[in-house]
């Protein structure tokens, strides 16, 4: 199943990551072990360095295997959601239609 993965690294750890120059290195790690369909990075809404990663989760036992490296190394905050493409979606149409008209008023 496709997932969104949302990371918020504290500033001050990502400082000290950024300081000793694990911070890059550790992120890469991260993300070899994942094998992101797309990953971004960015400055969020709190000034925290955070990244929204895109990946195939086979099996919900995952979920620690994913998260516990960014609490690890970053004491980040994690939070992780299924997502769907354009195609998803068009094939999920007629699931959307069904609905509608059980529940729709």
């Given at each position: 199943m496709r997932m969104l993965l949302r990371v918020s690294i504290p500033v001050?750890?990502?400082?000290?990551?950024?300081?000793?120059?694990?911070?890059?290195s550790t992120i890469e790690g991260i993300l070899a072990g994942l094998k992101p369909e797309a990953a971004y990075f960015f400055a969020d809404d709190?000034?925290?360095?955070?990244?929204?990663?895109?990946?195939?989760?086979?099996d919900t036992a995952q979920i620690p295997a994913v998260a516990e490296p960014w609490f690890l190394a970053f004491n980040a905050k994690v939070s992780l959601r299924p997502i769907i493409n354009p195609q998803d979606l068009a094939k999920a149409g007629p699931t959307i239609g069904k609905a509608a008209k059980k529940y729709g008023k």
């Open positions: 001050e750890t990502g400082n000290a990551a950024a300081k000793d120059g694990t911070l890059g709190d000034g925290q360095r955070s990244g929204s990663i895109v990946f195939d989760m086979k």
